[in-house]
């Protein structure tokens, strides 16, 4: 069945870095736009950042600009979040979502806690 498996979460410092991965199989990820998203609980998950099919564009929210990218490889099959000057704000469990308009795919989840 299709799968997406993150990975790359732990813990890590006030200022510091992440590199979550996302490896997918059983559907033809160049077909799909890939999406983080992360959720604390008590909250509504929350979209971090996209990246189309096609030309590769991206889209952050607000609060994870100029800190954080999101990259794929098609030949991999799998999407990247390079997370960079992390605050504990930025603590919950991160999310992978593929996504055209016939099917909408997630992943497990991976933790990501910010604390010193």
């Known amino acids: 069945q299709v799968r997406l498996v993150e990975s790359g979460g732990g813990l890590v410092q006030p200022g510091g870095s992440l590199r979550l991965s996302c490896a997918t199989s059983?559907?033809?990820?160049?077909?799909?736009?890939m999406n983080w998203y992360r959720q604390v609980p008590g909250k509504e998950r929350e979209l971090v950042a996209s990246?189309?099919?096609?030309?590769?564009?991206?889209n952050y929210a607000n609060f994870v600009k100029d800190r954080f990218t999101i990259s794929r490889d098609n030949a991999k099959n799998t999407v990247y979040l390079q997370m960079n000057s992390l605050k504990p704000e930025d603590t919950a469990v991160y999310f992978c979502?593929?996504?055209?308009?016939?099917?909408?795919?997630w992943g497990q989840g991976t933790q990501v806690t910010v604390s010193s």
């Open positions: 990246i189309t099919s096609t030309t590769g564009s991206t």
């Open positions: 979502n593929a996504y055209n308009t016939l099917y909408n795919y």
């Open positions: 059983r559907f033809i990820f160049s077909n799909y736009a």
